[in-house]
């Protein structure tokens, strides 16, 4: 059973979750979510994952003869340079946006077309003390996740 709080104020940025072994598969595009367009959230209520591979901007190009999403659980992305793929940070804590508590709206140029931002352009959410702690993934073109930076955090585990 973990809290995860603010590493600058201390304060409470979650419900109590409990750890999933790995990030789960999204929920099916095809089923979306009450009152959005896009899916289901990938982790279930309760609980959060951590997420071992590269998530998040910066983006850089793919080596010449490699190509594939821009990370896991995405789309393909590309610019002039030609396909990217995420050069963010390892080890972000995944968890259902519900199961935040109230986190402060940074700016975010990847504001989508409809349930909000893409996650695309960095940390878009703050603690109400102004330390930025997590990039939430709401639009329906992408996944419904909230990934808390893990050097912005602090996890408080107590026996259940
Ligand atoms: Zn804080
Ligand atoms: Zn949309």
């Known amino acids: 059973m973990t809290i995860f709080h603010c590493s600058e104020c201390g304060e409470a940025l979650t419900l109590v979750l409990t750890p999933l072994p790995a990030v789960p598969e999204p929920p099916p595009f095809e089923r979306p979510r009450p009152g959005a367009r896009g899916p289901e959230a990938t982790i279930p209520r309760g609980h959060y994952a951590i997420e071992t591979e590269?998530?998040?901007?910066?983006?850089?190009?793919?080596?010449?003869?490699e190509e594939g999403p821009a990370q896991?659980?995405?789309?393909?992305?590309?610019?002039?340079r030609g396909l990217l793929r995420s050069a963010g940070p390892r080890g972000n804590i995944v968890l259902n946006p519900e199961?935040?508590?109230?986190?402060?709206?940074?700016?975010?140029?990847?504001m989508g077309c409809c349930g909000g931002p893409s996650g695309t352009q960095g940390l878009n959410r703050a603690c109400r003390c102004g330390q930025p702690v997590a990039t939430l993934a709401a639009d329906c073109t992408t996944v419904y996740e909230l990934h808390l930076d893990a050097d912005s955090v602090r996890a408080d585990?107590?026996?259940s």
């Open 72 to 80: 896991r659980r995405a789309g393909w992305m590309s610019d002039m």
């Open 54 to 65: 590269p998530w998040g901007a910066p983006y850089e190009p793919y080596p010449d003869d």
């Open 157 to 159: 585990t107590t026996a």
């Open 99 to 110: 199961d935040a508590l109230d986190l402060i709206i940074l700016v975010d140029a990847s």
